[in-house]
């Protein structure tokens, strides 16, 4: 009795177009969320760190901290020591989170 299943009848193929179009919307929507969600985050996180460059002597203990630059990488020469005039090399680089405003998300 193959004639009793409506396969390409033209009821079902807008149903289940409709179907379709819906679960494609719904992934779109969850997707959208999603993304927006994480680029705010992304963004918020950035917005609320320091980054902190620590230059060290490497003669003496001597220890300086300054704000992030471009191009900053440990381990770079950046410079001779105030203290010896020894080499003065970047060893760390951290973030910080930064003080000011309260912000949204809880961060
Ligand atoms: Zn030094």
Redesign the pocket.
């Given at each position: 009795m193959l004639n009793q299943i409506p396969i390409s009848s033209n009821g079902d193929y807008t149903y289940l177009l409709t179907w379709y179009l819906l679960l494609v919307l719904i992934v779109l929507i969850i997707f959208s969320t999603l993304l927006s969600a994480t680029r705010r985050r992304v963004l918020v996180t950035l917005r609320g760190m320091r980054t902190i460059t620590v230059l060290q002597?490497e003669?003496?203990d001597?220890k300086e901290e300054r704000e992030f630059q471009v191009g900053d990488y440990v381990l770079k020469r950046v410079g001779e020591?105030a203290?010896?005039k020894?080499p003065l090399y970047i060893s760390m680089i951290y973030g910080v989170p930064e003080k000011g405003p309260p912000r949204p998300y809880g961060y």
């Open positions: 002597c003669k003496c001597y020591c203290k010896c020894g």
